[in-house]
């Protein structure tokens, strides 16, 4: 039996339907999967930074990489929850820790352990399983950056210590090493004959 829709055989508009919709299918395929990759290649970035900076925290592509969590992994519950809670510990840094190394400690250690729960939630999501505690351990970053930064941080204090009159510049009169000492008999030249 012959199916005729309008006029036009089943068959015939079977064959419409295929030129027509096959290449706009495969179309909206590619769009679709370039999206997909394009979205993976960035959450990628951004795991691939956090992990680089994890002993760095401060640093400004940390930061960055942090702050695009909540866009690239928009919807990712497990993520957001790790995200918010390291967030939230570090708009939350203690009173007095400046002056308190013992509180100072346990905040960063506090703040090395959510990160580690974020990063492990991420390599969860981009199908690379890593743990907590070989992220928390992991990494590396030499003492002489965190040397150089808090005399950095010296440096920094001290001019805006100067620049508001809470402390002053001091000054020691020291003899310059090349000027040989005028003797006596130097002096006596110079002066004019009485």
Request: aromatic letters at 8%; hydrophobic letters at 45%; one cysteine or more.
């Amino acid at each position: 039996m012959e199916i005729v829709i309008f006029g036009v055989k089943l068959e015939a508009w079977a064959m419409i339907v295929a030129t027509v919709v096959g290449p706009l299918a495969a179309v909206l395929i590619t769009r679709w999967r370039d999206n997909k990759s394009d979205k993976n290649s960035r959450q990628m970035n951004i795991f691939r930074t956090l992990m680089a900076t994890r002993r760095v925290a401060i640093s400004y592509e940390h930061v960055a990489a942090l702050n695009q969590i909540e866009v690239e992994f928009y919807g990712i519950t497990p993520i957001e929850d790790a995200w918010r809670n390291y967030i939230a510990h570090l708009n939350n840094y203690p009173e007095g820790g400046n002056d308190n190394p013992a509180l100072n400690r346990a905040w960063d250690e506090r703040r090395a352990d959510l990160l580690a729960v974020l990063l492990a939630r991420i390599a969860t999501c981009m199908k690379m399983p890593i743990g907590e505690i070989d992220i928390r351990n992991g990494g590396y970053a030499p003492q002489g950056w965190g040397y150089r930064d808090w005399r950095m941080e010296q440096i920094q204090e001290f001019v805006v210590d100067l620049r508001t009159g809470r402390r002053a510049l001091p000054v020691i009169a020291v003899p310059l090493q090349n000027e040989a000492p005028q003797n006596a008999s130097a002096r006596n030249e110079t002066e004019p004959a009485q």
